[in-house]
């Protein structure tokens, strides 16, 4: 589908309708004084998560958060 565009004004009066056409696939440009401001489009699915995907692939030390070496802090800091 092809792009429209509104003005704030335009969309504040028709919003409930703009918000229906971009869930049927519209996307729908708002723009203020005649320059593109924000752009309203469909949200898509949404993918579900499930805690735990990424259990036995993914290893984390148990030193993790334990405080950088000096050597690294040093070239963080540009003193290296």
Do not use: C, H
Request: negative net charge; proline residues 6%; without cysteine.
């Amino acid at each position: 589908m092809a792009e429209t565009v509104v003005n704030i004004y335009e969309a504040k009066t028709n919003l409930s309708t703009l918000v229906d056409r971009a869930a049927a696939g519209e996307e729908i440009i708002i723009a203020k004084s005649g320059r593109p401001k924000a752009k309203l489009v469909p949200v898509g699915e949404a993918v579900l998560r499930r805690p735990g995907g990424w259990e036995g692939r993914v290893f984390i030390s148990d030193n993790f958060d334990d405080p950088l070496p000096q050597e690294i802090l040093d070239g963080f800091e540009g003193k290296s």
